[in-house]
């Protein structure tokens, strides 16, 4: 409609791909359950941000996505929040292995994601766990050992724990690649690929970055099937 045309002028939002849905331009429009709305109230969020408000609708729908945002634009709940409604969807019984996998750059990143996923996912009975490299192995086994619905992780050390089979990405149906460009500049694409080919290929993959160089397109492009891209503000190259 017009009106959603005119917020997605007004916040600078581009979207290309088949069959796009509509943003989410409140909460109470996104049919997020209470508690998790709750949560947001909680956190005194007075609405989605405008990469949140097009992406929920786009994740919830079962679609990849690339989401192209600067750096403080709200990506981290743009992935996380529908995850915990997939998780919620497949009841998964977490022992098993994680069913939401986000892979981060950093150590320091990782855990704010594991924060955030902590914070808004309680009282969703979510369950998550952050692995990464310069840090103990012993902790993060036990982790994996107890079970998590979502694991965050660095790709490095979860490849270390890989190649120790102390965790199974079998049951893993939603992967997040966050800061992919990053990760590119990290030269974690192997380690990245080699991660992939652990998860069955029936999965939804959503990537987030801030940047869209042509590194970060083919590896969208190998990994990625049919995504909707949502850019907010300049498409930048
Ligand atoms: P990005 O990953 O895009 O750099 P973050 O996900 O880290 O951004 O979010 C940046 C900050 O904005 C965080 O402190 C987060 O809690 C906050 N935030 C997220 N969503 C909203 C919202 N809808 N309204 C207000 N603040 C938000
Ligand atoms: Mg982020």
């Given at each position: ?17 088949e069959?796009?849905?509509a ?74 292995g ?6 981060s ?8 994601i ?13 369950s ?24 965050v ?37 192997p380690?990245?690929r ?18 869209w ?25």
């Amino acid at each position: 409609s017009s009106l959603l045309d005119a917020y997605r002028c007004q916040h600078e939002i581009t979207v290309t791909g088949e069959d796009i849905p509509a943003p989410y331009t409140t909460f109470e429009s996104t049919e997020f359950p209470s508690e998790i709305l709750r949560e947001v109230h909680h956190a005194g969020f007075s609405a989605p941000t405008p990469i949140q408000a097009q992406s929920w609708p786009i994740a919830l729908s079962g679609r990849d996505i690339v989401a192209i945002a600067k750096t403080g634009s709200g990506k981290t709940l743009g992935y996380l929040l529908p995850g915990f409604i997939h998780i919620k969807h497949l009841r998964n019984n977490s022992r098993m292995g994680p069913t939401v996998l986000v892979l981060s750059p950093t150590r320091e990143l990782a855990t704010q994601i594991q924060e955030e996923a902590v914070k808004f996912g309680r009282s969703s009975r979510i369950s998550s766990a952050c692995l990464y490299g310069g840090a103990p192995k012993g902790p993060q086994l036990r982790d994996m050992d107890r079970g998590v619905d979502v694991v965050v992780a660095t790709p490095g050390r979860l490849n270390d724990i890989l190649e120790m089979k102390r965790v199974s990405l079998r049951q893993v149906t939603y992967l997040v690649l966050d800061e992919a460009d990053r990760m590119l500049d990290m030269g974690f694409e192997p380690q990245i690929r080699k991660i992939v080919n652990e998860i069955p290929p029936r999965r939804q993959t959503l990537m987030f970055t801030a940047t869209w160089p042509k590194e970060v397109r083919k590896i969208a492009a190998d990994l990625l099937v049919n995504p909707v891209q949502v850019n907010i503000g300049n498409i930048d190259t």
